[in-house]
């Protein structure tokens, strides 16, 4: 293990423990890293004053880290929640961070102790941007295993991120847009990629810090971890890369030469209204604009018709749909049918279960290119991988590693996807995972489904072949919570009837 490893860990360690103490109190995980969030701002922004940095101040100075520090008991408590309230008022990447933010640690003596002896004795800003970044990832990743956080729902596994990050290779001069961005990963591992695989000249350092990575986040909360993930590993523009909006809500007019995205689970789009007893309802939003395909109210195919359009021609993406995307009807045949004739739809992963925080998801990663006007079908062969058959990951003991991927990204060969080899034939290769469907093969199926695969269950045929038990009772968690998340959508959709 590396010493930067190591020394992340310890921060994290160090870190993690005081939050025990703190949920004594009634904090949640996600309370709890969102204050840190606010106080190593304020800690880092204090040190870029000072040698060797001397930058100016960006923090208006009654509210520095200094005037923390000075202050003790029933009089800090109150100086911060007062500084949190002012700060949120600010713009940019401050305005961003400190938006709606409030003090939820209402011990003074611990909220000091949480000043003093854990963040003010480490000098943050001489930490390399991966200590830094790996510790406050690891923050990030214990808040989404904490399962009544709910915070799962925005952490996408980083083997899963880096995989597809390796397949599309995002170059230099590329913008790169996640619609749907959660705590940053995508921007992150695409923000790794570019630096690390190109020697960079001055003008595309210059784009990668300033234009290059856009994201929008719709809750608050999510939005400013994300920002300050994106701040711990060194990147630093003058305006948020993010912002803080409903992605789906009209087309922004902006177009990206790549689109690498997981939205939230969760079938409908819904908006909270007051009824006419005082009382807080769900009413179903159907999305209705000029530049969608279909007009729906599953917020899954929402998404996948607004990255098409965020995509410029020729313009790539690689989206994380769920099973439902490929196979259900009405909008969603229409949808499938124009994505296959507008975009060359060229790859689709699909994903075993038990590698995301938020359960009974069965999930797919499908890749596309946007393309000109044309009256012929751009896509002209699918090739599928299926890593989902006789496959088991937990979270725990068997979590899915990028070694996993390998075979993947071998297969759909970055350098030229147009050069691909199939490991599966129907007489010597039955067992392989990769193969591809023709357009006229997918076009007739029924709804033109995409929800297609061809491995046998071995678990199925062959007792002796059953996963760990501990296996299986995830996996029939995972199944259980999708259907009761259908049963529940089901019934909410009678009672509005």
């Not at 938006?99 to 003074?108: E, F, G, L, T």
């Not at 038990?354 to 999930?363: D, L, R, W």
């Not at 599966?424 to 023709?438: M, N």
């Amino acid at each position: 293990m590396s010493e930067n490893n190591n020394h992340s860990q310890q921060i994290v360690s160090k870190l993690w423990n005081y939050c025990n103490v703190l949920r004594d109190d009634g904090m949640s995980y996600g309370d709890y890293v969102e204050q840190l969030t606010y106080l190593l701002f304020l800690k880092m922004a204090d040190e870029r004053t000072k040698p060797p940095f001397n930058k100016p101040q960006t923090i208006p100075k009654k509210y520095g880290w200094d005037t923390l520090l000075a202050k003790d008991g029933d009089e800090l408590e109150v100086h911060y929640r007062h500084c949190l309230e002012e700060l949120g008022k600010l713009k940019g990447m401050l305005g961003i961070i400190f938006r709606k933010a409030q003090n939820k640690i209402q011990d003074p003596a611990k909220l000091r102790r949480l000043i003093i002896d854990l963040i003010d004795k480490e000098r943050w800003l001489t930490l390399d941007a991966d200590v830094k970044g790996d510790a406050y990832e690891g923050l990030l990743q214990k808040n989404a295993e904490d399962v009544k956080s709910g915070a799962g729902q925005y952490f996408t596994p980083r083997p899963l991120i880096e995989g597809i990050v390796d397949c599309m290779r995002p170059g230099p001069a590329e913008t790169i847009c996640d619609p749907a961005c959660g705590t940053g990963g995508f921007l992150l591992a695409s923000h790794s990629y570019v630096s690390q695989h190109n020697k960079l000249d001055p003008d595309q350092k210059k784009h990668l810090k300033f234009d290059a990575l856009r994201g929008c986040e719709i809750v608050d909360n999510t939005a400013r971890l994300c920002v300050m993930n994106l701040y711990l590993h060194g990147i630093d523009p003058d305006e948020s890369p993010v912002q803080v909006h409903d992605s789906l809500k009209a087309d922004p007019g902006d177009r990206f030469s790549m689109i690498l995205t997981n939205p939230p689970f969760g079938k409908k789009s819904s908006v909270a209204v007051v009824n006419e007893e005082g009382k807080m309802e769900k009413q179903d939003d159907t999305i209705v604009r000029d530049d969608f395909w279909a007009s729906t109210k599953n917020k899954q195919l929402n998404f996948l018709q607004h990255v098409k359009t965020l995509l410029e021609i020729n313009g790539r993406a690689a989206i994380v749909v769920p099973d439902n995307v490929l196979f259900e009807g009405g909008a969603g045949e229409r949808v499938r049918r124009k994505l296959l004739h507008e975009c060359e739809v060229h790859t689709l992963l699909r994903l075993p279960t038990g590698v995301f925080y938020a359960q009974g998801v069965k999930a797919n990663v499908l890749f596309f290119d946007r393309k000109p006007a044309s009256e012929k079908p751009w896509t002209k062969k699918l090739w599928i991988y299926d890593l989902r058959t006789n496959m088991h990951f937990t979270l725990k003991t068997n979590p899915l590693g990028r070694s996993d991927l390998d075979e993947f990204v071998k297969c759909f060969n970055p350098e030229n996807r147009h050069k691909r080899r199939a490991t599966w034939s129907e007489d010597k290769k039955p067992d392989g995972r990769w193969r591809a469907y023709g357009y006229d093969e997918i076009i007739k199926r029924d709804k033109v489904s995409l929800d297609i695969f061809w491995l046998k269950d071995e678990s199925l045929e062959d007792s002796a072949n059953l996963p760990d038990p501990d296996v299986i009772a995830e996996e029939i968690v995972e199944d259980l919570q999708a259907a009761l998340d259908q049963f529940a959508e089901i019934a909410t959709d009678l009672k509005r009837d």
